[in-house]
Every structure is written in C-alpha cells, then in structure tokens.
C-alpha cells in the first residue's frame, strides 16, 4: 500500500556508505514513503533541524562518528524522544562489537532501546515490515 500525499511519511536515512544510503532510499521511496538522506551526524542534525521524521534508520557505525550518539540526542530530547528510530549495523546486534562501539561513545546501553534492529545487508521485504510496524 503506497501512503498517499495527505498520509505521506517522511524517513529520514542515515547512512554513510552511499550506496547502501542509496538501495535503503530506493526501497523506501518505492513503498511511497518520502525520503531524506544524511551520510554523517552533521548532516543528519541539520536534517533533523528543519524538522522531525516520522522515522529514521540509523547507520550505527558513521565513518568516525557513532549513530548511538544521535540516538541518545533523540532520547534525551522530550520532543524528540518518540520518533521511532530503526538501527542498522554491519554485525550482528547482540555482537560484543557493537557492544564496545556503544561504551567506545560513552552510551549507556539502557538508551539503546530502538524500535528494531537490521542487519546488512537488508533485505527489502524486512526493511519495509519494520518500517511498517514501527510506524503503526
């Protein structure tokens, strides 16, 4: 079901490896969904500073920078703190990396409570069923 103008959903993507932004984007876009990407934290705050997603997926390793730290942004803001946000990483999530990468940044792990959490590559259909249901 594509949303139509009136219902349309904007997402936000936060990745930095363009073609992976690039084939999330394509994806999204073709559900109907409208799509903003932002390739480190300086542009993804400058996205956000024009106004708030409906949802964000968020890349949780950005070159130098960390996603959880964008995510702990959102949380910490009490007009921020509901836009649903769905972690996307290169390793598993129950992984000790991705553990160490969250203390590496100083966030405590109790904040990293996303909506959901997709591994790479992601596969369409699963990409589109979690953006769906955190949206509900």
Same mark, same amino acid.
């Given at each position: 079901?594509?949303?139509?103008?009136?219902?349309?959903?904007?997402?936000?993507?936060?990745?930095?490896?363009?073609?992976?932004?690039?084939?999330?984007?394509?994806?999204?876009?073709?559900?109907?969904?409208?799509?903003?990407?932002?390739? %480190?934290?300086? !542009?993804? *705050?400058?996205?956000?500073s024009r106004g708030m997603p409906d949802?964000?997926? @968020?890349?949780? =390793?950005? /070159?130098?920078?960390?996603?959880?730290?964008?995510?702990?942004?959102?949380?910490?803001?009490?007009?921020?703190?509901?836009?649903?946000?769905?972690?996307?990483?290169?390793?598993?999530? %129950?992984?000790? !990396?991705? *553990?160490?990468?969250?203390?590496a940044f100083g966030v405590e792990e109790?904040? @990293?409570?996303? =909506?959901? /959490?997709?591994?790479?590559?992601?596969?369409?259909?699963?990409?589109?069923?979690?953006?769906?249901?955190?949206?509900?």
């Amino acid at each position: 079901m594509i949303p139509n103008e009136i219902t349309r959903r904007r997402i936000l993507v936060v990745e930095d490896d363009p073609s992976c932004a690039d084939s999330l984007a394509r994806v999204l876009e073709s559900a109907g969904y409208e799509i903003e990407v932002a390739g %480190d934290l300086a !542009e993804a *705050r400058a996205a956000l500073s024009r106004g708030m997603p409906d949802l964000i997926t @968020l890349d949780l =390793e950005l /070159g130098k920078d960390s996603g959880a730290n964008l995510l702990v942004d959102l949380r910490s803001n009490p007009q921020h703190r509901a836009v649903p946000v769905l972690l996307i990483s290169g390793v598993p999530f %129950d992984h000790e !990396e991705v *553990r160490k990468l969250v203390r590496a940044f100083g966030v405590e792990e109790s904040l @990293l409570l996303p =909506e959901a /959490g997709l591994q790479k590559p992601v596969r369409p259909d699963r990409l589109l069923a979690e953006v769906a249901a955190a949206l509900r």
